[in-house]
């Protein structure tokens, strides 16, 4: 997987762009991510939070990095572990 993929869900209709990857198994709602997935099934419990479109995932080393094209009911995460929704940097003040 390299930046720039877009990788499906086998088990809901979250669909996602590689931002940034250097290792490991991307998942959504507990079953891997690939390319030419079906997102056909049903999320596992604990992976059913739901992903929200337009929004950036991350994980909390910061390697993995997803941005979320078509949301779904299962919720990404990297070898079993949630991502995390990224926070916008808040703007200077203009005084």
């Not at 992903?51 to 995460?77: H, I, N, Q």
């Amino acid at each position: 997987m390299k930046p720039g993929s877009r990788i499906k869900s086998a088990a809901c209709a979250s669909e996602a762009v590689v931002i940034k990857y250097t290792g490991g198994t991307i998942e959504c709602g507990g079953l891997p991510m690939a390319e030419d997935a079906a997102g056909d099934g049903t999320p596992a419990a604990g992976y059913d939070g739901g992903t929200v479109m337009g929004k950036r995932y991350v994980d909390a080393d910061g390697t993995v990095e997803l941005l979320c094209v078509k949301p779904g009911k299962g919720s990404f995460a990297l070898n079993g572990v949630a991502l995390l929704l990224k926070e916008a940097k808040p703007l200077p003040a203009s005084d």
